[in-house]
């Protein structure tokens, strides 16, 4: 995937210089920096814009969520599902990378040379601060301490370089203050939104300040529960502050299920009011991305996801009598018009009025269709399509603004018609009542999530069902599963589309059976009272290829080999951090393993 950095080809070439440096022995770059030296440059408010134009790269667009309990199956590789099989080890493990780090860090104490306009001198030194923060972010959800750098080391640094990790306590709070520093010298309007703003700058803060209190209050083994309501705090007035004064609002024109789409298959983002943050994709101009690898290719999405989608009269489907033994035609009808707009539903064309797509039991069956280009002229293969693809958008600021506030225990029903209810009405579905989900927690995601407590369980329990399925695909499932200490979730075998039983199915919605599921090649009975026309147009899909296999034998959900081959297990709290290189530890004997490792 491609960002634009809107950097010329001679400093294009400095910053891949600068940024892919590498070291022979430790994670901390030791060579010099070439070319860019204090001498020679942050001379002026140019210089630190063309500098921080190539941290952009570090950043970018989320189409799909393959590494959590949205996705059916994933053919790809993936350290997430290495950890639930087992295989990873500190011996086999890679990452621990910090390159990103020191031309951030050098940027940073560089600045302050810098003479002319004083508040652009700031607002770059805060895109700056706000990349760090992104940095040690992600650094802190992968492996919870670390040690913090605010400077560049060099290779006479001895003390730092082999410094110790630091408490996760004083990491967030130096993300954080970086995060508060970003947004408030960070101009609102300085540039569009394929650039760092103010508002993109709170919108990392609120979701930052959210994934701490929660991972925080949920994770007792940390000792940290009496400092989450201050980082909740944060995430409500951050919120606030992007709903109360950003001028951003929902996409809604009173299309439904349209308005929806619009924000993933769009080409023109860049004036629509939800959008804070993205990336912007121009076929003249030879800027794409690969989300045409949604749909049919090295994943699809679950039956976990699938099922919490509502009906459209906002009841539960799992309340549903025989929920899980309805077909793949019947688990459309009457839903969320948003599950539609993610998951493929029967009938759909690629080419407006062509065949059907037919899926494919081998991913399970439920395709993924958000971020599907619907303009074939907007569709050119792998990494050929030109859609804008969203960074940041409203619609999260929103939900981040009713979770916090339901953690505090300070939630109203206005609060949920201004953030929740926006989003459903979007979508002409019914509003979230405060009073009824309280009153009759739903038992369905209770049971996912049976650490949840007190007066606000019921609406709690709704506004995570209202993540899953409006940020579906946008990788925030996996970070949701880990603050809300619910991993056990992870370890569960995944499942597809229902079965009735080895034989013809119509998936298209025709009414006419277009693929077969049998037993094995030869083992046609199933298909005995097929008109011999019809089942030579059948696709047939073999349990005997030990891909997958039906969860009742003859019938039930399609479930996938591998979780049967290589279970899937989460071990608490273990999985919520992966080990550091063992290679890293010899290099560096102050630090000290991952927890658990």
Known sequence: MKLNTYISTGVLTLFTGLSLISCES?????????????????????????????????????????????????????????????????????????????????????????????????????????????????????????????????????????????PRALVMDSVMGDLEYASANVLP????????????????????????????????????QNTAAKFLNRAVTASQDIISNGGFS??????????????????????????????????????SNNTHTVLGWQWALSGSLADEFLMNDGTPFTSVTDYDKKTFTEVFTNRDPRMAETIMPPGYATIPNGDPYMLQPAFGGYLQIKFYPRDPSLRGGWNLNYTDLPIYRYAEVLLVNAEAKAELGILTQGDLDNTVNLLRRRVKMPDLSMLAANATPDNYLAKQYPNINGGNRGVLLEIRRERRVELACEDKRLDDLFRWKSGALLGQASKGIYTPALGAMDVTGDGKPDIAILEAPGKEDPLSNIPADIRAKLTKFYISDGVFYLSGGTSGNIMFEKDRRLPRTFIDPKYYYLPIPASQLILNPKLKQSPGW
């Open 189 to 224: 309007a300085k540039t569009n939104n394929t650039m760092i703003t103010k508002w993109a700058a709170l919108t990392m803060l609120s979701r930052v300040a959210l994934y701490e209190g929660t991972f925080r209050k949920y994770h007792d083994e940390l000792g940290l």
């Open 250 to 287: 929902i996409y809604n024109t009173g299309k439904g299920a349209e308005d929806f789409r619009t924000l993933f298959v769009s080409n023109n983002l860049a004036g629509n009011k939800e959008v804070i943050f993205l990336t912007k994709n121009n076929k003249d101009q030879g800027v």
């Open 26 to 166: 430790d994670f901390l770059q030791k060579d010099p920096i070439t070319e860019v030296t204090k001498d020679n440059f942050f001379n002026n408010p140019q210089d630190l814009e063309t500098y921080t134009n190539g941290f952009y790269s570090y950043i970018s667009a989320p189409y799909t969520d393959v590494f959590s309990d949205n996705i059916s199956v994933y053919t790809g590789a993936s350290n997430t599902d290495n950890l639930l099989r087992g295989s990873i080890t500190p011996a086999n493990i890679d990452g621990w990378d910090w390159k990103q780090l020191r031309s951030i860090n050098y940027m940073i104490e560089n600045s302050g040379k810098a003479k002319g306009d004083q508040s652009l001198i700031r607002h770059y030194k805060g895109v700056a601060k706000f990349f760090r923060a992104n940095f040690y972010f992600n650094m802190v959800k992968k492996y919870g301490d670390v040690p913090w750098y605010s400077a560049t080391i060099g290779s006479n640094d001895e003390a730092m370089l082999y410094k110790a990790k630091d």
